[in-house]
């Protein structure tokens, strides 16, 4: 073997090694939309730590209020991440059905929005405490964290139940994660949506253990999926063989463009 040729074994093999490290496209979705499924998870606290400011003497208290502002950057962060996980999946998902994977986006931009107007709820009570409102500004603040759980029950009740309802459908039908994976949401949703009914018309209360139970296969729905995404990525789906052909035939085309460092 000529010591050109040697250095052409040597090169090829590099570059076989770095496009075996690459991750492919596809996969690099599958992880970013993991991760910020995962990323929902980090508001769990403010359900604990959203007592105090909720509370019916907390604007004429004394003591700080990084609890509660800590509370709405973690709602903020999951409210971004909500979005994030429909605008990273539509491109995927609108294979399947682009008015479903659309109205998915659109659901959790709603969601989120709700969340957002939740946290200026909460810390307009925050503001009113600061700037030492008193006892005059009880019944403001009452009227406030009573349209933070309002404004909850519709954006982390009502609205999670359609995203996961249409993202259950989209799941299922591509087969892009197990079916069964799926099914948790397809079957959770209508859970929830039920759990939202109940408390609307007030056969159960918003913080019950029946609402709770409600919320549970969906949030193991979004966990799992979260995870599974991480650590699997998609499966083999009909939707992205597609893409398989479209990059195997640009390779046939331009065999030096897959080459390129």
Not at 219 to 228: M, P
């Amino acid at each position: 073997m000529t010591q050109a040729d040697s250095k052409t074994s040597r090169g090829d093999q590099f570059q076989a090694d770095r496009e075996a490290f690459q991750m492919s496209p596809r996969r690099k979705t599958a992880l970013v939309a993991g991760v910020l499924y995962l990323l929902t998870f980090v508001s769990i606290p403010t359900l604990f730590i959203y007592g105090p400011v909720k509370g019916a003497n907390y604007i004429i208290g004394a003591g700080p209020d990084t609890s509660a502002i800590i509370g709405g950057i973690l709602e903020i962060i999951v409210a971004l991440a909500g979005i994030g996980t429909a605008v990273v999946l539509f491109p995927v998902l609108k294979k399947q059905n682009e008015a479903a994977a659309l109205g998915l986006v659109a659901s959790r931009i709603l969601e989120s929005g709700t969340i957002f107007v939740g946290v200026a709820f909460l810390l307009s009570i925050v503001t009113l405490r600061q700037a030492g409102a008193g006892a005059g500004a009880l019944v403001t603040s009452h009227a406030l964290a009573t349209l933070y759980d309002r404004i909850f029950l519709q954006g982390q009740s009502f609205m999670p139940a359609i995203c996961d309802l249409l993202l259950g459908f989209l799941l299922y039908k591509s087969r892009l994660v197990p079916r069964g994976l799926s099914l948790i949401g397809i079957v959770g949703a209508p859970l929830l949506l039920a759990s939202y009914l109940a408390v609307m018309f007030g056969l159960i209360g918003q913080h019950a253990a029946p609402a709770t139970f409600a919320a549970l296969p969906v949030a193991l729905f979004e966990f799992s999926l979260g995870v599974w995404l991480v650590v699997k990525g998609f499966k083999p789906s009909p939707i992205l063989s597609s893409d398989t052909r479209d990059a195997s035939a640009a390779a046939a085309t331009n065999p030096s463009a897959s080459r390129r460092p």
